[in-house]
């Protein structure tokens, strides 16, 4: 259930069978080896998939993230953009194996060209998370997700909005592993997507601010526009390779790492601003260990309005499930899998 | 200003206490290396199929099965671990005609969490 918190807000033929063959040796392993015990981060059948950045992943799952990031971003201050590093951190908890929710944080620095740096946290995020599908056979999953931001609960120097955001959307995922043998090494390919509607639930905001030109405090109102939040992530899982497709002498740590592409984009519906699209292209790796999860990226944007410089992004992510699986790490509400 | 300093404090201190009271032989087991490897393609057949994961298993809960090309089982099970080292599943196997073999597993980490995966092998 990982996400950078930011994205939110800114959001066969197997050898010699035929298809049928190959889906019933799919079911096959999991019926007479017996369904997998119990619920799994990030696992679709034998496909993991690493939490992304700046996608939400469309898992529920007991784990902690942080993200750090550093970029430059278009600004409306007089030099029009700023110098933005970001800090956040989220926790999300199974309440059943297909239910969870999640809380998140963000501290932002921003610098705006030729003024003061100005330093704070943005507004609370919370979440809900369904995953109504799992696929073993397909390697697919999808969820509902349901985002809040909670308004006036961060500091409005650093550009948290006084009036709150929810954001309903789907989420999904899909492995390649079904591809015939003869595109065998295309198996390890995976994607991902999300979509979903940021709704504030003011049209507007009115708020005051200090005129130092005038010595007057002046009254301005600001129009909340409805976006549409959108992203896809093309992923290459080297693992998966290796213990699925073709055994390789890959060095560690190269043998556990997932190449990523991923597509971040934001739509503007209304409200002065209906059309514009801003976005971000971030290509990067992430290595996937027993207990945690690191990554690092580039974040590019997609064009002039989404700002003109690369930036990074880097996250350390913890896998709950793993490191307590018998207090912490299972849903609140679970079944005993076996004695 | 204190709520949102005291979830920042709050998510700074789990990870650590977290990252402290952890329980290192707990995670998913995942493989690590095979015999024969994924989409190997051999001269002679082997004489048996290991597979070889990253944590120690469930013994009595893990499965390793190798079928042919029908699906067909064609290992001399039931499965036997490597008992020395806890982290390995193995089946011996009879003397393989030519043809494709797909090995299959679920491992069961010791913390219940399981894993399954497959792939196939040539004899030539």
Not at chain 1, 302 to 308: A, D, K, P
Not at chain 2, 34 to 49: D, I, K, T, Y
Request: charged share 20%; aromatic share 8%; net charge neutral.
């Amino acid at each position: 259930m990982a996400r950078g918190t930011h994205s939110r807000t800114g959001l066969a033929r197997w050898a010699g069978g035929s298809f049928i063959a190959r889906v019933g040796c799919v079911a096959a392993t999991g019926l007479l080896l017996g369904a997998n015990p119990a619920g799994a981060h990030g696992f679709a059948g034998k496909r993991f998939f690493p939490s992304t950045l700046t996608v939400e992943d469309p898992f529920v799952a007991d784990e902690l993230s942080f993200v750090a990031g550093h970029r430059r971003e278009p600004s409306e201050d007089a030099g029009g953009f700023s110098h933005v590093t970001r800090l956040s951190g989220e926790l999300s908890k199974r309440i059943t194996r297909r239910l969870g929710i999640s809380v998140g944080g963000e501290w932002i620095s921003t610098h705006p060209a030729g003024d003061a740096a100005r330093r704070g946290f943005n507004n609370l995020e919370v979440g809900a998370r369904y995953q109504f599908l799992t696929s073993e056979l397909h390697e697919a999953v999808a969820s509902l997700d349901f985002g809040a931001e909670v308004g006036d609960s961060g500091d409005a120097g650093v550009g948290a909005e006084p009036s709150s955001v929810v954001v309903p959307g789907l989420l999904f995922g899909k492995g390649a592993g079904d591809l015939p043998d003869s595109l065998r090494f295309l198996r390890p390919f995976a994607v991902t997507g999300s979509v979903g509607v940021a709704l504030p639930l003011d049209a507007r905001t009115r708020t005051r601010a200090f005129d130092p030109m005038t010595g007057n405090f002046v009254s301005e109102v600001q129009r909340n526009s409805r976006t549409v939040e959108w992203g896809a992530t093309l992923q290459y899982n080297i693992p998966y390779l290796q213990s699925f497709v073709k055994e390789t002498a890959l060095p560690a740590p190269l043998d556990h790492m997932t190449p990523v592409v991923e597509l971040s984009m934001q739509t503007c519906l209304d409200r002065g601003c209906s059309g514009r699209t801003t976005g971000t292209v971030s290509p990067g790796v992430f290595w996937v260990g027993r207990h945690f999860q690191l990554g690092v990226e580039a974040q590019i944007p997609v064009n002039q309005r989404s700002g003109n410089q690369v930036g990074i992004l880097a996250i350390v992510h913890l896998f709950l499930d793993d490191l307590f699986p018998t207090t912490w790490g299972r849903p609140l509400f679970h079944q005993r899998s076996h004695p | 200003m204190s709520l949102r300093r005291s979830l920042a404090t709050t998510l700074a201190g789990a990870s650590l206490i977290l990252a402290a009271l952890s329980s290192p032989g707990a995670a998913h087991t995942l493989p690590v290396h095979s015999h024969p490897p994924a989409g190997a393609v051999l001269a002679e057949a082997p004489r048996e199929v290991w597979v070889r994961f990253d944590g120690h298993l469930e013994l009595a809960l893990s499965r390793l099965r190798v079928e042919d090309s029908d699906g067909k089982r064609v290992d001399l099970g039931p499965e036997e671990a490597q008992r020395s080292q806890a982290k390995a599943l193995r089946v011996a196997l009879p003397p393989l005609p030519a043809g494709t073999y797909r090995v299959r597993w679920k491992a069961v980490g010791t913390d219940g969490h399981g894993t399954v995966g497959d792939y196939s092998f040539r004899v030539r």
